[in-house]
């Protein structure tokens, strides 16, 4: 058998070998059933943080709370990116299988 050439696709991962989910990836997903639920906070991030910023320009006037609210909404975009970055990792390696495997498998 000829190794793989550089740079060539390579369907991974192949039969019988492990894929290495980063840690970052593990803990983003902790807790989540299914790729649902993980898109599902991200875009609750997302909205959270859109609806923080659209409250802190209405209350401009009032400077401390406009403030919090505008950190909170960064807090909130920041916290959405490990969301959709896990499921643009998992689905680039096909990691769903490993991370969730099917309920038959499971028993």
């Not at 401390?64 to 960064?74: P, T």
Request: glycine letters at 8%; charged letters at 15%; a positive charge.
């Amino acid at each position: 058998m000829e190794p793989e050439p550089k740079g060539s696709f390579v369907d991974y991962p192949r039969p019988g070998m492990k894929l290495h989910v980063p840690l970052w990836v593990k803990i983003t997903i902790w807790g989540s059933p299914n790729r649902s639920w993980v898109v599902g906070f991200g875009w609750f991030c997302a909205g959270t943080a859109l609806l923080c910023s659209i409250l802190a320009l209405m209350f401009a006037t009032a400077s401390r709370f406009s403030l919090y609210l505008a950190f909170f909404a960064i807090l909130c975009a920041l916290g959405g990116v490990p969301y959709f970055a896990a499921v643009r990792w998992l689905d680039r390696n096909d990691g769903w299988r490993v991370v969730r495997p099917p309920k038959a498998q499971q028993r």
